[in-house]
């Protein structure tokens, strides 16, 4: 199951690198790219912090 993993992330890094070749605005994609990354962090610390408070609520902390 690892090594198929692994085969999965190998493709994926080589069709990122065939569609980068063919971008004709590469910065612009990498920031588009980046701003979805950290918006998606963000949203992800934000639904983890909201968890926590409500675990606290119901035990009783």
Request: charged share 20%.
């Amino acid at each position: 199951m690892n090594s198929l993993k692994g085969f999965g992330i190998c493709f994926l890094l080589a069709a990122t690198l065939v569609a980068m070749r063919e971008l004709a605005q590469v910065e612009y994609a990498l920031l588009v790219l980046t701003v979805i990354l950290i918006s998606g962090s963000v949203g992800i610390y934000v639904a983890s912090r909201q968890r926590y408070r409500r675990d606290r609520r119901i035990a009783g902390d």
